[in-house]
C-alpha cells in the first residue's frame, strides 16, 4: 500500500480559472487507468473556464456553496454533498458563488494527451452574474 502523508496545494493556471483557486492532485493521470483525482477549491467568485472533459468527469462537492454551469444556460446550484456527472465532451464550467467558498474532489479518464480536459474561453462576469441570478431566483 501506498501511503501519501500530504500533497502539494497550489494555485490554479490564471488562463485556466477566474480568482483564486487551489488545487491538490491526487492522482496523476498514468496508464493503464489514466484516471486522474484532484480536490480543487474555489473562494468566492472563483470559476473554471468553459471546458469538456474527453471521457466525462464526476464532481463530488465537498464543502461549500457552488454552481455548474452549461451552454444551453442551465446552471444548478452545488452544495456539499452533492455529485455532478459531466458528459463526455460537453462544455460546462464550475465555481463558488460570490458569498461562499466551494470545494470538489474532480474525477476523469484522460487519454493519451493527459488528462483530456479541451480549456476553452472565460466565464465572463457577465455570464457568472446571470448564473447567479439563475439558481438565486
Ligand atoms: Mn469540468
Known amino acids: 500500500m501506498e501511503h501519501i502523508t500530504s500533497t502539494p496545494t497550489v494555485k490554479a493556471p490564471a488562463e485556466r480559472f477566474t480568482g483564486d483557486v487551489c488545487l491538490n492532485l491526487i492522482e496523476a493521470p498514468a496508464e493503464p487507468a489514466r484516471l486522474a483525482v484532484g480536490l480543487v477549491r474555489f473562494t468566492p467568485g472563483a470559476r473554471t473556464n468553459w471546458h469538456s472533459h474527453v471521457n466525462g468527469q464526476i464532481l463530488y462537492i465537498t464543502d461549500g456553496v457552488g454552481l455548474v454551469g ?68
Open 70 to 137: 452549461t451552454r444551453d444556460g442551465n446552471v444548478v446550484r452545488a452544495g456539499a454533498g452533492e455529485t455532478f456527472k459531466c458528459p463526455a465532451g460537453e462544455e460546462h464550467w464550475h465555481g463558488a458563488t460570490d458569498t461562499n467558498l466551494m470545494a470538489h474532489i474532480a474525477i476523469v479518464v484522460g487519454d493519451d494527451s493527459g488528462d483530456g480536459t479541451t480549456w476553452l474561453e472565460p466565464v465572463t462576469d457577465e455570464q457568472y452574474v446571470a448564473a447567479l441570478a439563475t439558481v438565486e431566483g
